[in-house]
């Protein structure tokens, strides 16, 4: 069946094959971001704009990986683009202070209680790497805690225990991983077991509120509240990676929602309205340690390089997408009611044979095996059938023209309708 499917896609996708032949002469595995490779190869992608991706071969797929998540809005939508395309007659790069953050600072510092003081860079993987950065300069200790299968971008900082076995990190020539160690979600007994054993020298957990990469799979609220419980008694950082969900369940973090107090938490993808963005913003007393006037460099923490940090035209597609959404309560519940209705269709059509996980708009398959029967951890989604997942993905990509990066979990936009989410789960069900 699989191999009917290569033969489909190689038939109609003969640009993208040649285009994608030089593209592996000119970049490692062709690609630029590890994940963007799936077998045989990629499409290529001409344009976009509103749900859909178009490949150089005119194919034109429904798109649920949406820009890594970060379209919440869909491609390209009206408001943003002229707010860019106004942006770029004035100019799309300054390399000074500009006012287009400050607007978009006063949008996020109303929206994230938190938010006292912000630093943006140009992507999550700063904003994180700074996170860790601060919690041990603050605190004047080592070890940062993550969660097994959390990904938090590629700073060496983090790349560790982000793949089962949870045991080694994604890369060679990373030095001190013995300073990051790795907990369970939702499971707090153990978590905390793990903490207590490293809790003299426990600078901060950093931690996401819905474990993306992971598996697409909620926290539960109590666990969090426990780590963040051990974290405030030990003197550690309670830092939260919102990167994925901040303004994506409703306008502003996860965080308040659950009750949650934390010390960092770092935004990124939507805020930044489809162009370069991270974010890593705190409490006051917590940011101003990367103050840099006045404090010996042994008493403070580097944070704030990047050529591209705050640069208007990121600034500005984030401003004019977080001003839709602050309006946008239709949308975010149009969205989410979506993604109740894709998990619960993809549940019905495979017949209790998988088991849909998610929240709000996002939304993850996972085919049982190994006799899991619940998912609230990464482990568990490891052990489920991850070949069976990506055969599914990309048996939509060659055959009903819906777009999934194979593996990986689906993003529901404002461009999609509910019709577009009928059409998946009925291409799932002849899967
Ligand atoms: N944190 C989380 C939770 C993420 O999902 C990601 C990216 N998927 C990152 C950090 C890194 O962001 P970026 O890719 O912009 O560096």
Not at 53 to 63: E, F, P
Not at 95 to 103: A, D, H, K, P, R
Not at 166 to 184: L, Q, R
Not at 367 to 391: G, P, R, W, Y
């Amino acid at each position: 069946m699989v191999l009917d499917y290569i033969k489909k896609y190689k038939e109609k996708t003969r640009k993208s094959s040649s285009l994608f032949a030089k593209s592996l002469k000119l970049h490692v595995n062709g690609v630029s971001h590890n994940i963007r490779y799936y077998a045989p190869y990629p499409f290529v992608v001409k344009s976009s704009s509103g749900k859909n991706l178009v490949d150089v071969d005119d194919n034109n797929y429904t798109d649920y990986w949406m820009g890594h998540w970060s379209l919440i809005l869909g491609h390209a939508p009206s408001k943003v683009k002229d707010s860019l395309r106004k942006q770029i007659e004035k100019g799309w790069m300054y390399g000074t202070v500009n006012e287009q953050t400050i607007l978009l600072s006063e949008l996020i510092a109303k929206a994230v209680p938190v938010a006292e003081k912000i630093r943006y860079v140009t992507s999550g993987t700063e904003a994180t790497m700074y996170a860790v950065r601060l919690a041990r300069s603050v605190t004047g200790k080592k070890i940062i805690a993550k969660i097994d299968g959390g990904w938090h971008g590629y700073t060496s900082d983090l790349l560790k225990s982000v793949n089962w076995p949870f045991t080694e990190s994604e890369s060679s020539g990373v030095v001190n991983e013995e300073e990051i160690v790795s907990i369970p979600y939702n499971d707090l007994e153990k978590s905390v077991e793990i903490l207590k054993k490293h809790s003299k020298d426990l600078a901060g957990v950093i931690i996401e509120p819905v474990l993306g990469g992971g598996g697409c799979i909620p926290a539960e609220s109590d666990y969090l509240k426990g780590i963040q419980e051990f974290c405030k008694k030990n003197d550690s950082l309670f830092i939260l990676d919102e990167i994925v969900t901040g303004f994506r369940f409703r306008y502003g973090c996860l965080y308040p929602t659950m009750k949650l107090d934390p010390d960092i938490v770092t935004l990124g993808k939507i805020v930044g309205g489809g162009m370069a963005i991270g974010v890593m913003c705190g409490k006051k007393e917590i940011m101003e340690y990367s103050n840099t006037t006045g404090k010996k460099k042994s008493e403070r923490s580097y944070v704030g390089g990047g050529t591209f940090s705050a640069n208007p035209s990121s600034m500005t597609t984030g401003y004019s997408t977080l001003s839709v959404l602050k309006n946008g309560k239709a949308i975010y519940s149009k969205i989410n009611d979506l993604g109740d209705y894709a998990r619960k269709e993809l549940s019905k059509s495979f017949d209790g044979k998988v088991i849909v996980t998610g929240k709000g708009s996002l939304f993850m398959t996972h085919f049982l095996k190994n006799e899991i029967t619940k998912i609230v951890n990464a482990a568990q989604a490891s052990m489920c059938d991850v070949k069976a997942l990506h055969d599914y993905h990309f048996k939509m990509i060659a055959h009903d023209g819906i777009f999934f990066l194979p593996g990986k979990l689906g993003a529901i936009s404002n461009a999609h309708s509910k019709e577009d989410i009928k059409k998946m789960v009925l291409a799932s069900e002849k899967f």
